[in-house]
């Protein structure tokens, strides 16, 4: 079994920033790819950023230039970095990975979320 879990949110006002982080653990043979999403109250949840285990990475047009998504591999732990934060961005971010087990089996994991507040 893989658990996945997020930590950092918080409350903040427009313009600071925030660290998201997420902690992989469990049977991990290997992360292929790690994800962030949000929901925001009403909306549907969005992509917000994804990186692969190659490191390439790819951001919604909505954080680009903003947030920064990264991982250490060698410690199953994925980040997002939010800069300029707006209230726009106030959502539950969620962490997901593409995680491979020794068994050899890829399957999708999602951590239980972590409250970001942008107060203006």
């Known amino acids: 079994q893989v658990q996945l879990v997020e930590s950092g949110g918080g409350l903040v006002q427009a313009g600071g920033s925030l660290k998201l982080s997420c902690v992989a653990s469990?049977?991990?043979?290997?992360?292929?790819?790690m994800s962030w999403y949000r929901q925001a109250p009403g909306k549907r949840r969005e992509l917000v950023a994804q990186?692969?285990?190659?490191?390439?990475?790819t951001y919604a047009d909505s954080v680009k230039g903003r947030f920064t998504i990264s991982e250490d591999n060698a410690k199953n732990t994925g980040y997002l970095q939010m800069n300029s934060l707006k209230p726009e961005d106030t959502a539950v971010y969620y962490c997901?990975?593409?995680?491979?087990?020794?068994?050899?089996?890829?399957?999708?994991?999602w951590g239980q979320g972590t409250q970001v507040t942008v107060s203006s």
């Open positions: 469990g049977n991990i043979f290997s992360i292929d790819t």
């Open positions: 997901t990975a593409d995680v491979q087990t020794s068994d050899y089996v890829t399957s999708d994991y």
């Open positions: 990186i692969t285990y190659a490191g390439a990475t």
